[in-house]
């Protein structure tokens, strides 16, 4: 009997630990299903940025060359062959100093020619001067004769007529000595354009003829060589039409050029916008030589920009393409955002709103207020804080138990 009670004793505990662990396998199943039924859910993913604090910059980007500021083209007045080039490219020169010198001897047989016939003109003046005198011994001769009735009055006219030819003789002569002397110091001067000089110190940036070259001055002046002064530089940019209104005169400006884009840190020039020529260079030279108003442009139309900068460390070079930076208006270490994360409000325009992410991940609306715009930053100037987590995108998650496929 004893046996018997510890059999059924032992049996009943096995079925209460056969029960307990099938509860357990039970409550298991059931997580899975819930798991399984959660990671199943449709949900969206959100991407955002943070609300940072720095600078922001309302820009206008254009491209732009270097030239001089100051420069000038050394050209022949004169025609003939070039005797002597005394000058190369980046040869620095100084006001005055003589740069070429041209054959002269055309011009100067045209000078000694000139000063030959003066020497005539004025010996025939002379010799009239002295024929002037005569006339008037004649005509006072005649006079006194004529006092006492000894002569003919057809005497006396004669003698009056004599010297007032004389003296309109000697008018002549005059004019044609002034007339000669005036023609001779065109030719002087012609002489002198035989020996070109620098009309301004500065460096020969170019030169465009050759020893031996034989120059043709008689319909316009030929170029022989190029001066500037490279201490200072003009940047002409080409702004788009649809940011030519934002430029204004002493906007700040700063370029950088293309020989520092390999560099971790371009050395960056800054300057102000000295004029906004009111058309562009095309229009204006079109306009000039035809003497009507151009026709529409198909393509974009670009206006020129300048504004100058200093260049005495020479690091700057003529011809140098600029990549521009105008600057309409900045704000420095303020609260700053994404541009593509605030939208204008339906609701209200001309007000905007960004979504920011809660505690518990979930989007809330934020009524914002916006300031200065870059290109890809705006100022936040009320609505949000520093670290806070602002949308920018969202991406729908399908369903399914695809994380169980292989």
Known sequence: MPMRERSEQG???????????????????????LALWWS????????????????????????????????VDVGAQVSGQILKLRVEPGAQVAKGDLLVEIDPSVQRATVDAGRASLAGLRAQLAEQQAQHRLAGQQLTRQQQLSQHEATRE???????????????????????????????????????????????????VSVEAREGQTLNATYQTPNILRIADLSAMTVWTEVSEADVRRVKEGMAVYFTTLGGAGQSKPRRWS??????????????????????????????????????????????????????????????????????????????PGAYVARV????????????????????????????????????????LEGGFRWLQW
């Open 357 to 396: 992410l809660d505690a518990q991940g979930r989007p809330q609306p934020r009524s914002v207020k916006l300031g200065v715009r870059s290109r890809h930053q705006v100022e936040v100037l009320d609505g949000l804080a520093e670290g806070e987590q602002v949308i920018v995108g969202e991406t729908q």
């Open 271 to 348: 300057g102000a916008v000295r004029q906004v020529l009111p058309a562009p260079v095309a229009s204006q030279a079109q306009a000039a030589g035809s003497g009507q108003t151009p026709a529409p442009a198909t393509k974009a139309v670009a206006y020129t920009v300048l504004f100058d900068v200093d260049n005495q460390d020479a690091e700057l070079m003529p011809q140098m393409t600029a990549q521009v930076v105008f600057v309409s208006a900045s704000a420095n270490q303020v609260l700053h955002v994404a541009l593509t994360a605030v939208e204008e409000d339906p609701a209200q």
């Open 40 to 71: 199943s859910r449709a949900r969206t993913a959100y991407t955002t940025v943070a609300v940072q604090r720095g600078a922001v910059e309302a820009t206008v980007t254009a491209i732009g060359t270097l030239q001089p500021r100051s420069y």
């Open 11 to 33: 049996h009943g505990q096995g079925g209460g630990a056969r029960w307990l662990r099938w509860s357990l396998l039970g409550l298991l199943l059931v997580a899975v299903v």
């Open 154 to 204: 057809e005497d006396l006219q004669t003698a009056q007529a004599n010297l007032a030819m004389a003296a309109a003789r000697m008018e002549h002569l005059r004019a044609q000595i002034s007339q000669t002397e005036a023609t001779l110091k065109a030719d002087e001067a012609r002489l002198g354009y035989t020996r070109i000089y620098a009309p301004m110190a500065g460096t020969v």
